[in-house]
């Protein structure tokens, strides 16, 4: 008997134990998200004040731990008070709340979240905001392109021919009858539609796959697919993106 509470003390002993230390398959805790190579290499970059590659540290945590919100909340952290991308940081605070509701920097985190917000509308506003050339930038190409394909209908249609004047009859000397109204002229045909034009991004400083994919609201994985060919880790300022 003495020997059977003896065992059943070991097991319980040994339940607790794993309870306390996360040994249970699934329940990594972000103590263990922070032994990550990469996160460990990317908080000692921020400590060296070299953001951009500490980005790409994060990143790669991130890749290896789809899970790991505190990766993501370093790089909401980043975006927002270093690179000032606030969409990049509001989509990477977002993952961080996602994936751990009861954050103890859950208050902190929303707060941030907001002031982003507000940081991206007065962005929007300004002028000279990235953001709102690259609207202008699009519509002079849609323009330009309409232009174009007017000129190119107006070249190919066939032009239309001044209706004859009618003749006059006159049934006495010096007494003309009233002239006939000329027909009315062929109307012209209607221009085809423009052709849906591609939307695409041009890479600027400092971004990536996930900075330009939560600026359009869609899905890195989305992103990646329509361009099979471009290798996230090696974006190129002024390279060119399909968004999809």
Partial sequence: M????????????IFIVSCLSGCFPGNESHVDEE????????????????????VDEYEQAVEANPRSASAHLELGWIYDEKIKDYAAAIYHYQKHLALRPDSERLAD????????????AETELQPNSPSLQQKIQR??????????????FRAQSPGVP??????????????????????????????????????????????????????????????ESANPKVDPKRLRVGQSLNLP
């Fill in 2 to 13: 003495n020997r059977l509470s003896a065992m059943v003390k070991c097991a319980g002993l």
């Fill in 35 to 54: 032994k990550d190579p990469h996160f460990l290499r990317g908080r000692a970059l921020v400590s060296s004040q070299d953001y951009k590659k500490a």
């Fill in 109 to 120: 985190v929303k707060d941030r979240i907001r002031g982003c917000k507000r940081a991206l």
């Fill in 139 to 152: 519509l002079s190409e849609d323009n330009a392109l309409l232009k174009q394909q007017v000129e190119t």
């Fill in 162 to 223: 001044a209706a004859a004047p009618a003749p006059v009859r006159v049934e006495a000397p010096h007494v003309a009858q009233p002239v006939a109204a000329p027909a009315p002229p062929p109307q012209p045909v209607a221009a085809a539609p423009a052709p849906p034009k591609p939307r695409v991004h041009i890479i600027k400083e400092r971004e990536t796959l996930s900075s330009i994919a939560a600026q359009y609201s869609i899905k890195v994985s989305a992103l």
